[in-house]
């Protein structure tokens, strides 16, 4: 179903043609008013679906892995048995629920005007609930992103909200999601305007404040005030313990670019398999994890238990050195093979390990200048988080919340901002970029999010351009181009955008095939397919300019965001020039 088109739409139209509900419909005009009020009920419901993420997860592992049997064949059937089926459903009923949920978070706000269907939603919550309860090393922060702000959006088209209102509550549920899964309120208000957004002075930020605090409060209601970890107060020893935090942001700068390069080069490898079997995928995944856990009980689930023994000092060197290794490949594989669930926890998990392992031999060899393993497992939580996800500032709120402890935000700090230069050098493209690149979506880069409100490219496209068939010869294309000025024009094949061809081109391969008196070719051999110069809608008009310098072309495609090959139209220099009123006097 087309983003303009959906259901909930039609529906919409019946009801406030209805006399009774007429009052509704004229409230409804109040947009401003309405936003705000839907920012409450969106942070009350995704607290709500947070909590009963949490609590049909664990009872339904609960049954999965009862208390006290630790049958070796449970530990390799069930991650099979779970990423089977979930492979299945996925694949059969829920396809866009695949993935952690941030990168479709964003396409969707980027790419599909806000839209998230109630399928997805749906799929999203049962697919992780059987990924995570099965054993795979997942988490559930990521996909709750994407239940978050799909309840906002399925909400906002079912109002008749304005599509620009509607992409706007992407990131109010977002922040409404990290909220409650965290409980850290303030760190999922940072990460929404500085993941999701790109954008630290969005106008949302009131919107999103007021969900992330209905969020929390729901689930700090239903839950009690349970913090995610309990974590020991923390202490700075001695200052020299600066250049070992140092150490820890090195190292977890490494590790965080070996996570996303092992992460991508394995997943690009099943995305080129035949689209038809992709849903046996998450079982490789399902029987890694498996072998793992028959050998190893630890390596199953994302081990927020295991993380909470490293902050606290109680956890073995050899085994937290063991998970480190374990961990990276079980997560990376897993989701990697299509398996629905996020990279938040495992990134928390992998830190504190790293972090932990680091602060051990710390602490043996300088006992009397460094505290003790637990706070360098909360800093290295931190240092892999900002590694991994790229959002260094939504990682030293987290902690902070964590912990509630200032002593912990220099050596935070010193090891986020180490671990992210090491990584951004090491790594150029962030992890949500270079995964929805793969899937064909190409989101606006940070430099872009903060430009998109100057003058773009859909203010002076042509969305109903022209094209050539490539089943056309040579003397057809020309003379449909006719007179035109355009020296280049687009080819397509019915809705599929093939490539472009030039005017000089096709006067060549005219003039040759008279020459030599041979048939006329046809267009396809002409056309350029392969690195075509393009530019998508909401891009800053001085994008298409340089390009056209660079590409020396007058007329660029203007295709997709989410999918290359569809053409939205052209987008002309003199379109371009004249949009900024220089007429043809001047350009020439």
């Not at 997709?560 to 569809?566: G, L, T, W």
Request: charge should be positive; include cysteine; aromatic fraction near 8%.
């Amino acid at each position: 179903m087309a983003a303009g088109t959906t259901a909930p739409d039609t529906y919409e139209k019946k009801w406030r043609s209805h006399p009774q509900l007429r009052w509704l419909s004229s409230f409804l005009q109040r947009e401003e008013q309405v936003f705000l009020i839907l920012s409450l009920v969106i942070g009350a419901l995704t607290g709500l679906v947070v909590v009963a993420f949490i609590l049909v997860t664990e009872r339904l592992g609960a049954k999965l892995y009862p208390a006290g049997d630790a049958a070796a064949w449970r530990r390799l059937f069930m991650p099979i048995a779970g990423s089977l089926t979930m492979g299945y459903l996925l694949f059969r009923y829920f396809p866009n629920a695949r993935g952690s949920g941030v990168p479709q978070t964003k396409a969707a706000l980027f790419a599909h005007n806000g839209y998230i269907s109630l399928r997805t939603v749906l799929g999203k919550f049962a697919c992780t609930a059987t990924t995570l309860a099965s054993g795979i090393p997942l988490g559930r922060e990521g996909p709750s992103v994407q239940v978050g702000a799909g309840i906002g959006s399925v909400l906002g088209r079912w109002l008749g909200l304005s599509p620009e209102k509607v992409k706007a509550l992407i990131p109010v549920g977002a922040a409404a999601a990290i909220a409650a899964a965290f409980n850290t309120p303030l760190a999922a208000v940072m990460f929404a305007l500085e993941e999701v957004m790109g954008d630290l002075h969005a106008p949302v930020l009131g919107s999103v404040v007021l969900a992330s605090a209905t969020s929390w409060a729901v689930l700090r209601l239903l839950l009690g005030n349970n913090p995610l970890f309990h974590v020991p107060a923390y202490e700075l020893v001695n200052p020299l313990e600066f250049a070992i935090y140092a150490l820890l942001g090195v190292a977890g700068g490494f590790l965080s670019v070996a996570f996303t390069r092992i992460l991508l080069k394995v997943r690009a490898y099943f995305l080129s398999l035949p689209v038809k079997g992709r849903w046996w995928h998450p079982v490789v995944g399902g029987v890694l994890v498996g072998v793992m856990g028959w050998f190893v009980p630890q390596a199953l689930g994302v081990g927020y238990t295991y993380v909470g023994s490293a902050l606290n000092g109680s956890l073995a060197l050899k085994l937290m050195l063991l998970l480190i290794v374990l961990k990276l490949v079980g997560v990376t594989v897993s989701y990697a093979t299509g398996n629905a669930g996020g990279i938040f926890g495992p990134a928390l998990l992998l830190g504190s390990m790293l972090g932990g392992a680091i602060g051990t031999v710390a602490h043996q060899l300088l006992p009397g200048y460094t505290a003790s393993s637990g706070a360098y497992a909360l800093v290295g939580m931190g240092a892999l988080f900002a590694g991994i996800v790229r959002a260094p500032m939504t990682s030293v709120l987290m902690i902070f919340e964590m912990t509630r402890d200032y002593a912990v935000i220099v050596p935070l700090m010193i090891a986020n901002l180490t671990s992210l230069f090491i990584a951004s050098r090491l790594q150029k493209e962030p992890i949500y970029e270079a995964l929805a690149h793969q899937d064909g979506i190409h989101l606006p880069s940070s430099a872009e999010r903060g430009e998109l409100s100057q003058r773009t490219i859909s203010q002076v496209m042509r969305r109903m351009p022209q094209v050539l068939s490539p089943q056309m010869s040579v003397i057809e294309a020309l003379g449909q181009m006719g007179t035109t000025h355009l020296r280049v024009w687009p080819v397509s094949d019915k809705e599929r955008f093939l490539g472009i061809v030039s005017r000089d081109s096709l006067d060549a391969a005219a003039a040759e095939a008279e020459m030599v008196g041979g048939p006329d070719r046809p267009l396809m051999n002409l056309v350029k397919t392969v690195n075509v110069p393009h530019v998508h809608a909401d891009q800053p008009l001085y994008v298409a300019l340089e390009l056209m310098s660079k590409a020396h072309l007058d007329v660029l495609p203007v295709v997709h965001r989410a999918n290359a090959q569809k053409l939205e139209g052209i987008v002309t220099l003199r379109d371009v020039l004249d949009s900024y009123g220089v007429d043809r006097t001047e350009a020439n």
